[in-house]
């Protein structure tokens, strides 16, 4: 089991904790996901799982529907202040659009007690394996919580999910939508 490669820094500002993905590329250009639009969501994993550890098929669970990558762990303070309106989000919207779950707790068991205490029903990428720090590689994320939008063909929308949603709950999806 590889563990993502987050390693946290202090701003010279005063005792901000930015977690932060280590020896990734700075981005510019075109992204990966940019390049790989054409593949539609068969970059995620097949088989991903649910809050009790049963497995969720990509196609059944995001078929058609605008997906938010989100990149997140139990233990991080602006992720529980998120989470919840999140979850909120996603139950008023399941019809056409849907998270995935990226977690960078410390083993599966955290992974499945967050998403069990905040009412988590959209699904996750398994623990185990490579695909966590792949998605997490792929979309440059650097800090969590990150919110990362991708359109039903696959296409990147937006890394700023977090953003859109804190500043127009109301509006986002169909910000999203538009692409």
């Given at each position: 089991m590889k563990r993502p490669?987050?390693?946290?820094?202090r701003?010279?500002?005063g005792g901000l904790a930015i977690l932060a993905l280590a020896?990734?590329?700075i981005l510019s250009g075109s992204s990966a996901a940019?390049?790989?639009?054409?593949?539609?969501?068969?970059f995620l994993p097949q088989?991903?799982?649910d809050a009790?550890?049963?497995?969720?098929?990509?196609?059944?669970?995001?078929?058609?529907?605008?997906?938010?990558?989100?990149?997140s762990a139990k233990w991080c303070a602006p992720c529980k202040a998120f989470t919840p309106g999140l979850v909120k989000f996603r139950d008023a919207n399941s019809k056409e659009f849907e998270i995935v779950f990226v977690s960078f707790d410390k083993d599966d068991k955290e992974l499945k007690d967050y998403m069990k205490s905040y009412g988590m029903k959209f699904p996750a990428v398994n623990f185990e394996g490579e695909a966590r720090q792949e998605?997490?590689?792929r979309y440059g994320v650097r800090s969590?919580?990150?919110?990362?939008?991708?359109?039903?063909?696959?296409k990147e929308i937006t890394r700023d999910g977090r953003g859109d949603l804190t500043a127009d709950a109301g509006g986002a999806l169909a910000k999203w939508k538009k692409g």
């Open positions: 490669n987050i390693s946290i820094m701003t010279f500002s020896g990734l590329p940019e390049e790989k639009a054409g593949e539609g969501l068969a088989n991903l799982v009790e550890g049963k497995n969720v098929r990509r196609e059944k669970a995001l078929q058609g529907k605008t997906v938010g990558l989100y990149f998605l997490a590689d969590i919580p990150t919110l990362v939008i991708i359109g039903a063909d696959g």
